[in-house]
């Protein structure tokens, strides 16, 4: 279905499947024998919201590698292994640097606020609708699963005021952040990204740190063609049994590219693509012609020198 100004998800249905497809993706790269991840939180995460494939996925019990394939499940193992890696580590750098506040915008099944050794003092905001951060909070707490910092959801769509219950929840305007739009800006209508960017900008003391994967915008002669190549991918998946159009999902109008952006605005950027991240983690690079392989990642402070 395509989206609209105030369509509604859960984790089993339109944008919030993506997340569980994530979660799947990071259980199935933490079940490699030499894995780059690990993240034990994913695989109940993911079984407790119940598609039949991405559980299977998730637990190693996928059918023929063939049907594997059909999917792109061996690509985006790689590819959310790489990404977590990516965010795993800027998070736990700026931890070292002395950031003791973080914010994961769109925070979907994210567990780092369980399974990262965070140093004394930490404050991670996770911010999603109400219903994800109720079920992520409950499963966990089922599982025994005790956050490693001061943990604090804040419960609020990202296209609401969310800033002003940030704020309410604590957050300190006046400190440094680390901040992560993990997976989100193809989610946003261009003017929702600059506007998102603002926000971040606006409540970041220097010394804040952000850290975004993202893709270089589409031009219009080719989006119908993106469009037409993801509806294909997404026939395969129903195949499977899982309805997830990422062509009726993403925004693909012209939009500002992020790292020039932030540039723009005072902050400091540096980008590394996905294959950097491919290669240096001792996986298969993409072809530039397949969609994630344009994909890149970029981490920038505020104020400060690198």
Not at 10 to 25: E, M
Request: aromatic share 8%.
């Amino acid at each position: 279905m395509t989206r609209t100004d105030n369509d509604t998800w859960d984790l089993a249905s339109s944008v919030g499947a993506t997340a569980t497809l994530v979660a799947a993706a990071r259980a199935a790269a933490s079940r490699e024998h030499e894995p780059l991840i690990d993240d034990p939180f994913a695989e109940p995460l993911v079984r407790a919201v119940g598609i039949d494939f991405f559980t299977k996925m998730a637990s190693g019990d996928l059918p023929a590698p063939d049907d594997q394939t059909a999917v792109g499940v061996t690509r985006m193992t790689d590819n959310m292994a790489v990404r977590t890696k990516f965010f795993d580590e800027f998070f736990l750098g700026a931890a070292e640097a002395g950031v003791r506040q973080v914010v994961i915008l769109a925070s979907g099944l994210d567990s780092r606020a369980y399974r990262l050794d965070w140093p004394a003092g930490m404050v991670v905001y996770e911010i999603d609708q109400p219903d994800v951060i109720a079920f992520k909070t409950q499963t966990l707490a089922e599982q025994g699963a005790v956050p490693t910092c001061d943990r604090r959801p804040v419960a609020m769509d990202l296209r609401n005021d969310w800033a002003a219950a940030l704020r309410e929840a604590g957050f300190d305007p006046q400190a440094p952040t680390a901040w992560s739009a993990e997976g989100l800006l193809g989610y946003l209508p261009p003017d929702a990204q600059d506007r998102l960017l603002d926000s971040i900008t606006d409540l970041s003391a220097p010394g804040s740190r952000v850290a975004i994967d993202t893709a270089p915008p589409i031009a219009p002669d080719e989006q119908e063609q993106t469009r037409e190549s993801m509806r294909t991918h997404a026939d395969k998946w129903r195949e499977q049994g899982v309805d997830l159009d990422f062509g009726a999902l993403v925004y693909l109008g012209e939009r500002h590219e992020p790292s020039a952006y932030l540039a723009d605005h005072g902050w400091r950027t540096r980008s590394t693509s996905v294959n950097e991240l491919l290669t240096a983690g001792g996986r298969a690079a993409l072809d530039d012609d397949e969609p994630m392989g344009k994909l890149y990642y970029l981490s920038a402070i505020y104020g400060g020198a690198r």
